[in-house]
């Protein structure tokens, strides 16, 4: 049996495998592409390709795969054998430098936003070195980024490695002022946790909505759920454990370092976190861990859920990232230092990042909405709709010493002129951790909480990427004419904290107070994505994302429809379940149950009149009612749904579904609810919360 280091890795054409199979100035050339960013030296494809053909073919891969993600939210491939005809009849493993380079997959039929008409239907995928390229069920995917025949970008991984470029760029500049000359890139790291569910497979074959919807779109809730405590951090059931072994195997053979695994607070949810990796790196890793994951649960027998709110009334799940910024150096940029220069230097991109969470509140927002994650965010389970920044009392207390040229009294006495004094003693864990804030400071880094579960993380660090680098553009702008540095950057600081401090709360996130001091602060409350997604095209937004070449105007056009119809579809394709599943499972279900106690009550009668018949009269009342309600609003739900299609605005269709459908969706589910309660277990149609969520023994 293997070890884990013998395991880690073993289907990746990593740095171990080119070193070992590539000429040396071949190695060295993507070595320079990968930790300086430099462009990789085409002349030198061919003898990449024939290395990594050779590698796949004797770990038994045949075909290889442009692997990438369009903005479906899942990753797409087509896979191409190595074969190719030879003389003798037989045929030659082969696979070229253009072939490893670029691929050509059908772009009319992903989404693009108006970008490409159907009939216009050329797309290319362009290889990104910089990522490794593995093996996965006997096919060489090579990760790649996706554009039209003219140039858009028409996936994630593009406008993700332009955002982390232009941070690289402004990042060096500012350290640069501080004598950093030894650096030669900064780059942004991530780790996301990841949370899920498990449930039996056969429970999930007989729940119609969570097969086309991923999520219950009815349920009663059963007599236990969360509320004991019991499940978060509890003993893995043995089932759950060998699903994570198994799990863990062919995540570390992809090289993904996955870390950390345990029950999370609602029964049958759990939850996996890896160590740190480069952002466009670990988001090619959170898409392959939610499709590992998938994968490994059909052989245990069990379904992974992936949506933020699969079952209503417990906990759902969401995805942390934990985000940082690093120079190729080794330099944590978000750990204050030991000498003055340090301690300013972190303070300076400290405040870099409070004031883009500040400036660009609505694009973090709109980064992480979704119609899943609308159910999610604002309850007592995740953070609120709300954009704040959690920075705990020390830190706090720091900022406000400097705002206010004060002597600072925390665990060290010192005046906070900065350039020449030095931060007091800052331990990494120098306060609580608050779980209701939805971006929090946790010593080195920072966590975004808001992410859903089922979210590409690209989305999220495109815009905090984007929105950092603009603001340490305005920093350098400002220091690069400054006549006395320490001066001009004390100054900054200080009118930085002072102007943006409002984003800063260290209290309950949770609380309704809350609500109505951000209110008075003015932070902006998004709550559903029509609600947000149109603020991307704002023009402070445009011309941010614009001026950094992270999107061209038609790319951020495409995307703000895209992201509405995804939307518009998603829960138009839940209503249209809800009434199928009312029509043809739940309505008939009462009425045999309601015939049976009908049949029941006339057998008593028949023997005598004096028998008691009030649970059968009081039973039939009620779900005769109930079963007319449930119709009537299946109906009224119905006509909603056609409603909706003859709206041809797609900003239009958001507003309708958010303000008509909803609430329809809603009040059915009431009825039916309380039908449930009501009905013979042994005539309700399929498997309920109380099955779902503790079947898995």
Sequence with gaps: MATVP??????????????????????????????EGKQLDLSLANAVASAMKDWAVENGATHYTHWFQPMTGVTAEKHDSFISPAPDGGVLMEFSGKELIKGEPDASSFPSGGLRATFEARGYTAWDPTSFAFIKDKTLCIPTAFCSYTGDALDKKTPLLRSMSALNKQALRILKLFGNDSVH??????????????????????????????????????????????????????????????????????????????????????????IYSTTNIATDHNQLTMEIMQKVASKHGLVCLLHEKPFAGVNGSGKHNNWSIATDTGVNLLTPGETPYENAQFLLFLVAVIKAVDEYQDLLRLSVATAGNDHRLGANEAPPAV????????????????????????????????????????????????????????????????????????????????????????????????????????????????EHKRIIFNGNGYGDEWMEEAAKRGLSNLKTTPDCMP??????????????????????????????????????????????????????????????????????????????????????????????????????????????????????????????????????????????????????????YGDLLFGVR
């Design 535 to 688: 603020k991307l095209l704002d023009k402070k937004n445009a011309d941010m994302l614009v001026g950094h070449g992270v999107f061209t105007q038609a790319e951020l056009e495409s995307r703000c429809e895209i992201m509405l119809e995804n939307y518009t579809k998603a829960v138009n394709i839940e209503a249209l379940t809800m009434v199928d599943m009312a029509k043809k499972q739940i309505i008939p279900a009462v009425e045999d149950y309601v015939a049976s106690l009908v049949t029941t009550a006339s057998r008593k009668m028949k023997i005598s009149a004096d028998i008691p018949m009030e649970y059968e009269k009081e039973v039939i009342s009620k779900l005769s009612s109930l079963v007319d309600i449930i119709y009537d609003r299946t109906n009224i739900l119905e006509a909603a749904t056609i409603k909706l299609k003859d709206i041809e605005d797609i900003t239009e269709q958001a507003y309708y579904i958010r303000d008509e459908i909803l609430a329809k969706m809603a009040s059915l589910r009431v009825a039916a609810d309380e039908a449930e309660t009501l009905t013979d277990k042994k005539y309700w149609p399929f498997p309920t």
């Design 185 to 274: 890139m900064v780059t942004t790291s991530v780790g996301p946790e990841q949370e899920y569910f498990l449930i039996p497979k056969e429970m999930y074959d007989l729940r119609e909505d969570l097969i086309f919807t991923g999520r219950t779109l009815f349920g009663a809730k059963p007599p236990k759920g969360q509320e004991m405590d019991d499940h978060y951090f509890g003993i893995i059931k043995p089932r759950v454990a060998e699903f994570m072994k198994d799990l863990n195997d062919e995540l570390w053979k992809l090289g993904i370092l996955a870390k950390t695994e345990h029950n999370e607070v609602a029964p049958a949810q759990h939850e996996l976190a890896p």
């Design 387 to 498: 954009i704040s920044i959690f920075l705990g009392d020390e830190l706090e207390g720091v900022l406000d010493a400097i705002e206010n040229e004060t002597d600072y009294t925390g665990s060290k006495s010192a005046k906070m002129k900065l350039g020449v004094d030095v931060l007091p003693e800052f331990k990494k864990d120098t306060t609580d951790r608050n779980r209701t804030s939805p971006f929090a400071f946790t010593g080195n880094k920072f966590e975004f909480r808001m992410l859903g579960s089922s979210n590409s993380i690209a989305c999220a660090n495109i815009m905090l990427n984007s929105a950092v680098a603009e603001i340490l553009k305005d920093f350098a702008d400002k220091l690069e004419k400054a006549s006395d540095f320490e001066k001009d950057l004390h100054e900054l600081i200080k009118s930085t904290i002072k």
């Design 6 to 35: 013998e395991l880690f890795g073993k289907n990746v054409f990593d740095d171990r495998q080119m070193k070992a199979r590539l000429p040396e100035k071949v190695y060295n050339s993507i070595r320079k592409t990968i930790e």
